[in-house]
Nanobody, 119 residues
């Protein structure tokens, strides 16, 4: 069974840092583009960050540039999202996803982890 399992979310204060992890199992994701998405209540899901299979070409949505950093450890089939200087507007359910096509088609999704930011 192919799975992506996120962890690391929780309740934090504005200005804090949190690192999310996404562990893959059932297949290797080392050749996939990996993405972190988020969805806040009443809002559409948005791509927050993306990283190529070799760790290159990181992409960040404008609102998190300079605060969030995506990385991966292919040997551990894991991708990370380091979130710094958290703001109330960063509160959402965060999902990781895998794109084996490397064309923006994410076939595998985790169940999500909640990040709540108190101000």
């Amino acid at each position: 069974q192919v799975q992506l399992v996120e962890s690391g979310g929780g309740l934090v204060q504005a200005g804090d840092s949190v690192r999310l992890s996404c562990a893959g199992s059932g297949r290797t994701f080392s050749r996939d583009t990996m993405g972190w998405f988020r969805q806040a209540p009443g809002k559409e899901r948005e791509l927050v960050a993306r990283i190529a299979w070799n760790g290159g070409y990181p992409y960040y949505t404008d609102s998190v540039k300079g605060r969030f950093f995506i990385s991966r450890d292919n040997a551990k089939n894991t991708v990370f999202l380091q979130m710094n200087s958290l703001k109330a507007e960063d509160a959402a359910v965060y999902y990781c996803a895998a794109d084996s096509t490397n064309r923006g088609l994410y076939e595998y999704w985790g169940q999500g982890t909640q990040v709540t930011v108190s101000s």
